[in-house]
């Protein structure tokens, strides 16, 4: 049942704070969970301040959802304990989200490269699956609804919205998200309810975001895309590499290899990460990863012998856009555009070369959480128990999804756990439930009630 407002009753078993990825997903586990064991639903209320659910969940993947990876693996994920994500991976991964979609009517596939999306290609498509199973399985639903306090009862909770209306509910889920993209709600409100109950926070960064250069290369080129491989060097050190489509913006680089590697230049600026190091970040793109830096060398050099009476300015039509190609030129060679090719010396092709396999962009910042897919930081994650998504501070309270501090590479991770860290909230609150309704020695719990 979806509401505007409040439903009949503002007494649930779980409330789950955040209509999101995570909050739903939660729910829809609750309810497949009661499904397995054939006992009756816990009632459970889904808040969402937007006047819709999943709004964010509808700008994945470029409006196409990519819903996970086949690599998915603890080593994609990155936080101050980066391994707390390894257990809920180990027990709900890849195999198991699409299951779980196929499930409730949602057809997927693996591109080429391990992403998975809906068949369709249109987020709308996975929102629209999770939305119908969620009314078919009583989950109320209330809409334009934001909660502005958590006070802990005992047992269970009191929450207060903006209209200074309460909800009581036994167990209370955070999964409003981060501060990346507030436009969608996710605007670090769930920081603040954790907070208020005793929560520390890592410091919110922006992760799988543009980032910003010296502009003096990029705005001669910008608007041009190119299939590349970028790397970010740390004080002279490469750290990672990543290749495919590039894009030159007015204030520097974006494109997949770019938002890959915004993560590791964000910790890096924040003066706090483990991961800083000494030196300014570097971004070097090489335009001809499929050649050695010799045989760039030899192809400009034949190059010039088959064209000797072409301008310079022609030197490089045919491989690259036409506008790169002239900066990649001047920073080679003083030499006005209208000379000839012929005049090139051994030593300008050598630079050329230099240029086309090694261009280097000073890294001057990322842009901000307004930008950002993702939010880096978040609930410490060393406050809640790993194997629960339960807090270890406060009673019955869980958190899942981008709240805590863990954030995923580009590619279907970071939804991912969303989908995992949902699924063991989801499991261990219908353990504690049946724990009080059956007794620790019930067969539910001694057959684990069909749980995976």
Request: charged share 25%; with cysteine; net charge negative.
């Amino acid at each position: 049942m979806i509401v505007g407002n409040y439903a009949k009753s503002p007494e649930y078993d779980v409330a789950i704070i955040g209509g999101g990825a995570s909050g739903m997903a939660c729910a829809l586990f609750l309810f497949e969970f009661s499904k397995i064991r054939s006992v009756p639903c816990p009632s459970i209320v889904l808040i969402e301040k937007n006047p819709r659910l999943g709004k964010k969940l509808l700008l994945t993947g470029n409006g196409r959802c990519n819903l996970t990876n086949r690599t998915v693996s603890a080593d994609r994920y990155h936080g101050d304990h980066a391994d707390y994500a390894r257990y809920a991976l180990s027990e709900f991964g890849s195999d198991e989200t699409l299951k779980f979609f196929e499930k409730i009517g949602l057809q997927t596939f693996y591109d080429e490269s391990g992403k998975a999306f809906p068949e369709s290609l249109h987020a709308s498509s996975v929102l629209d699956c999770m939305r119908f199973k969620l009314e078919e399985s009583g989950t109320e639903i209330m809409l334009s609804v934001e909660i502005e306090s958590i006070k802990q009862v005992n047992p269970g909770f009191i929450l207060h919205d903006s209209e200074g209306r309460t909800i009581t509910a036994r167990y209370v889920v955070v999964a409003c998200g981060g501060a990346a993209s507030p436009f969608t709600g996710s605007d670090g409100s769930g920081y603040r309810l954790l907070d208020s109950l005793g929560h520390t926070m890592v410091a919110p960064l922006p992760g799988i975001v543009q980032i910003k250069t010296d502009t003096d290369f990029v705005k001669s080129v910008s608007g041009i895309k190119i299939t590349a491989t970028a790397s970010l060097l740390i004080d002279g050190a490469i750290v990672r590499s990543e290749s495919g489509e590039i894009l030159f913006t007015d204030f520097g680089l974006s494109g997949p290899p770019i938002l890959q590697l915004s993560g590791l230049v964000s910790r890096a600026m924040s003066g706090f990460s483990r991961e800083k190091t000494a030196g300014t970040p570097e971004i070097r793109i090489d335009f001809m990863s499929e050649k050695t830096e010799s045989e760039v060398c030899k192809m400009l050099r034949d190059r010039r012998d088959a064209f000797p009476q072409r301008k310079l300015e022609q030197m490089l039509v045919g491989i690259f856009h036409n506008r790169l190609a002239i900066r990649l030129l001047k920073s080679a060679t003083e030499k006005p555009m209208s000379m000839m090719i012929s005049t090139l010396s051994d030593n300008e092709i050598a630079r050329l070369a230099s240029s086309i396999k090694r261009c280097s962009f000073r890294v001057t910042g990322v842009m901000p959480l307004t930008n950002a897919q993702i939010t880096i930081g978040g609930v410490r994650t060393d406050e809640f128990e790993a194997e629960t998504m339960r807090s270890l501070i406060c009673d019955d309270l869980y958190a899942c999804g981008e709240v805590l501090d863990i954030d995923g590479d580009c590619g279907g991770y970071n939804l991912q756990w969303a989908w995992s860290s949902a699924y063991i909230a989801a499991r261990s609150i219908t353990r504690m439930r049946d724990r009080e309704i059956y007794g620790s020695d019930s067969e539910a719990i001694e057959n684990d009630g069909g749980y995976q």
